[in-house]
């Protein structure tokens, strides 16, 4: 009886459609970034903010993966960009066969910028590659100052990280100790780029704007 | 050559170590309960304040999942109370085995109750039985309003919600419709407790202390 390695067979599959995205953002010299966090740090609310404030100088395509329901695509449609929605049904995690069929469905040409918002989860999506330019990872300050430790894989793997909701740190309402955060994210990433951001009210927003065009200017090389 | 269903066989290992949990827990008319949430909701904080504030009325021990560290076993431990550390090295959720052993590693005898802290994860957790006596989930309200409509499976399966960091819906920072939360969670879950909390400040606690102590003598009966 033959034995079959079931693990690897799954990455296979996985991996090549990766491997799909990678050559089709690669011959088309497109960006596309992978943003991962836990549910409710603001990925959404920071879209729909830079969409807007980008209007005119950088378009912007979305792949919304949701368990259920497609809020988060009539929230990104509302600022006339395109959002394709991604039902997984219960799956934690958006995978490369999903993100290939809904890069079919997006208007490339018209885009300068793809961004996958993948399912609220901070564990399972690190750890499947979309095929994906890079990854960035959201951390709302309400969750607290422990998770690049306590998490430590996203944050390894992440180009930037957008630390959402400072606006919050005003009146010690929260503890969060800032310095702590960079300083650990660093230990596990010494090339990620962080930006403390409030994206209801834009404050720190500009720098992750620059940041973004430069990776656009950077894939088109 | 035998066909194998691969599916039905991990489940079928984890199933069989849920059930050990739950004849053990039986036999010994004990309460476990297994709380899920986002990483960063205040699982912890909650853990700590209760069994602080119930000492001399509720011996509770700890089972502490999380993927790196041992920070939570040891804000637990701080409190006198018993508290054994998974790590989980990079899985999304704890299993019924490494339960079932860390159940075999606590003073049962000792405790009235028992808490599973999951690992921080609204998606995967919800799917893989312990055999614990009920799921509890925590949301804060940092996290937004719209998690009950698109995380429903922890919602549906849970016993109680704590909704906790109530303090930051004054002086709306946060935007969060606690009607709307109750509205969706008991749409899913007729019977579903739902306990507004503040674990910071002790806000709203005691209703969940009370919830907590008839669970225990349920237990017993």
């Not at 934690?92 to 999903?98: F, G, M, N």
């Not at 702590?180 to 962080?194: G, H, P, Y």
């Amino acid at each position: 009886m033959e034995k079959v390695n079931v693990g690897s067979r799954i990455l296979g599959a996985n991996e090549q459609y990766a491997m799909k995205n990678i050559e089709l953002l690669a011959q088309r010299k497109q960006l596309c970034l992978n943003m991962i966090s836990s549910p409710g740090s603001g990925k959404t609310t920071i879209l729909v903010r830079t969409i807007s404030d980008l209007k005119g100088q950088l378009r912007i395509g979305v792949i919304e993966g949701d368990l259920q329901t497609d809020i988060d695509a009539q929230r990104i449609r509302a600022t006339q960009a395109p959002a394709i929605q991604i039902n997984t049904e219960g799956a934690c995690h958006l995978s490369a066969r999903q993100v290939y069929e809904a890069l079919g469905r997006l208007p490339l040409d018209a885009l300068d910028a793809i961004v996958i918002e993948n399912v609220g989860n901070l564990v399972c999506p690190a750890a499947f590659e979309l095929g994906e330019t890079g990854k960035i990872v959201v951390l709302s300050v309400a969750e607290g100052d422990d998770k690049p430790v306590k998490y430590p894989g996203i944050f390894a793997k992440s180009r930037a990280l957008l630390v959402n909701k400072i606006d919050l740190l005003r009146g010690a309402l929260v503890e969060f100790d800032l310095d702590r955060v960079k300083a650990d994210a660093r230990r596990l990433n010494k090339s990620i780029e962080i930006f403390p951001v409030c994206a209801k009210s834009g404050e720190g927003m500009q720098n992750w704007y620059d940041w973004l065009g430069a990776q656009v200017r950077q894939s088109r090389l």
